[in-house]
């Protein structure tokens, strides 16, 4: 079965910098599109960013220049390279794609950037 399993979230300082991993199995990792989104408490998940088969990426305006979606097909491994982190990126963040028609997103990974 379709699994997404988020890895990498922490605490960190304003400014800091983090990398968040999804490790993904049960299914062809590198023919698919993939996601990462966030929810902070009280507020509707947001797109964060996004990298196709071809590893064309797109990004929030609000991240854009301070994040970093890749990924590496040979571990079946989606990245989110994070720097220059700030209070409002605190959130919960998910791995996300479709597979066959049908939405996946793993159980998600606690960033919190606080001093």
């Known amino acids: 079965q379709v699994q997404l399993v988020e890895s990498g979230g922490d605490l960190v300082q304003p400014g800091g910098s983090l990398r968040l991993s999804c490790a993904a199995s049960?299914?062809?990792?590198?023919?698919?599109?993939m996601r990462w989104y966030r929810q902070a408490p009280g507020q509707p998940r947001e797109f964060v960013a996004s990298?196709?088969?071809?590893?064309?990426?797109n990004y929030a305006d609000s991240v854009k220049g301070r994040f970093t979606i890749s990924r590496d097909n040979s571990k079946d491994t989606l990245y989110l390279d994070m720097k220059n982190l700030l209070p409002r990126d605190s959130a919960t963040y998910y791995c996300y794609s479709v597979v066959t028609s049908t939405e996946y997103w793993g159980q998600g990974t606690q960033v919190t950037v606080s001093a």
């Open positions: 990298i196709s088969e071809t590893n064309r990426t």
């Open positions: 049960g299914f062809s990792f590198s023919i698919y599109d």
